[in-house]
């Protein structure tokens, strides 16, 4: 019996088949995820968004070890969308544990997105006449619009936020208005910060290290907001008398 010649299409769909299982099993056994990444595209989008060279802005992100793609591309889309320079230190990236990055709005950022709504009429400061170690026991942010009936308000209290890093300690009014204004203006105008984590148990996140003194990342869970708490603490324990 003479061998059935071959179809080329079925060899080339066959042939498909067997390099997409083949790269299934790839990634099954480095444990690596299956997220497409965009950066590339991201990257020049993002550059000509904030008037920046695609190598330079490349530069800024290998300044960041461990980057994934996924936070790579986050941090592009939050560039892209909201024109944050990060020459201006209007964006920035926070690191929990190794391998791990959260991309963050500074508060430039957070002044230059306030701004920039053009529904935004005014912004006011009220702090509590109370204090608690010569400082105020909270500080209320109320943000105007002028499409809105009444004002946005959003009130924090400092035994909540207070920590002993050095900035807390140093400008503890400063930091809680700073956390104030991003909290009244994230529910004002609806700006949010994707968590650049894989899907996972929080439990099992350390936080170890912050880059930025001045920025501080969305509270992604109230598990990593405090175990952020307890590292800063760690790393600038309180002087002794």
Not at 58 to 71: A, G, K, V
Not at 110 to 123: M, S
Not at 203 to 226: D, H, Y
Request: aromatic share 8%.
């Amino acid at each position: 019996m003479k061998p059935q010649p071959i179809n080329p299409a079925h060899s080339t769909r066959r042939n498909r088949v067997i390099a997409k299982t083949a790269k299934q099993k790839s990634v099954q056994r480095s444990g690596s995820s299956s997220y497409q990444s965009n950066t590339g595209e991201l990257l020049n989008r993002a550059s000509k968004a904030v008037k920046i060279k695609p190598a330079d802005l490349q530069t800024w992100f290998e300044s960041f070890p461990n980057l994934s793609d996924r936070t790579r591309d986050i941090t592009l889309q939050l560039i892209l969308q909201h024109r944050l320079d990060p020459r201006a230190d209007e964006i920035d990236l926070v690191q929990y544990e190794v391998g791990y990055w959260q991309a963050l709005i500074t508060v430039n950022g957070w002044a230059k997105l306030i701004n920039a709504q053009p529904a935004f009429c005014g912004i006011e400061f009220t702090e509590s006449t109370e204090l608690e170690d010569d400082i105020p026991r909270w500080m209320s942010c109320t943000i105007y619009r002028t499409d809105r009936i009444k004002p946005i308000s959003v009130k924090e209290y400092f035994v909540e936020l207070k920590t002993q890093h050095s900035c807390w300690q140093e400008m503890p009014r400063r930091m809680l208005r700073h956390r104030a204004m991003q909290q009244c203006a994230r529910l004002a105008f609806g700006i949010t910060v994707p968590d650049c984590k894989p899907p996972r148990s929080s439990e099992t996140s350390t936080p170890t290290a912050i880059r930025s003194s001045e920025a501080f990342p969305q509270p992604v869970s109230t598990s990593q907001t405090s175990k952020l708490k307890a590292h800063l603490a760690r790393l600038n324990p309180a002087p002794s008398l």
